[in-house]
């Protein structure tokens, strides 16, 4: 683990703890990895032991997200009640595009996209959610 950056705002100074295991999506997602290889076992002619390579490789994502909950759950606890450092995470979920029109023309021409965006305290355990709606159009 690297402090890749330190924010100065006003008073407070921000260490920014940065860590390549930070970037995991929540439990019941599924990565793009996750999802070729679930195609190249599903539909693929694969002897045994590519089908085991396969396989070893599309459990690793899931270790890897399971050590990170797992931290994440550690620190949050550790630092619940510490006015030094306070576990925050971030999260950029499910971009809709509205209204949901098949591809062609129509959807190029005119699409309504909503994002929401949640920050989650550990500290206080509240969340803090931001939807915000973007027009597209080349109009």
């Given at each position: ?8 705002l ?40 590519e ?65 929401n ?23």
């Amino acid at each position: 683990m690297t402090y890749k950056s330190i924010l100065k705002l006003d008073n407070f100074t921000i260490n920014v703890l940065v860590d390549s295991r930070l970037a995991h999506t929540h439990r019941s997602d599924t990565c793009k990895i996750c999802d070729v290889l679930d195609k190249k076992l599903k539909y693929v002619t694969l002897d045994e032991n590519e089908r085991k390579v396969l396989a070893a490789k599309k459990k690793l994502p899931k270790i890897k997200a399971d050590l990170f909950f797992k931290e994440l759950k550690e620190k949050t606890t550790l630092y619940k009640h510490s006015d030094i450092v306070e576990v925050v995470t971030f999260g950029l979920q499910q971009n809709l595009s509205l209204p949901k029109i098949p591809a062609g023309e129509a959807f190029y021409k005119r699409q309504l996209w909503t994002y929401n965006f949640c920050v989650h305290s550990g500290k206080k355990n509240q969340a803090h959610f931001y939807r915000i709606s973007y027009n597209f159009s080349p109009n």
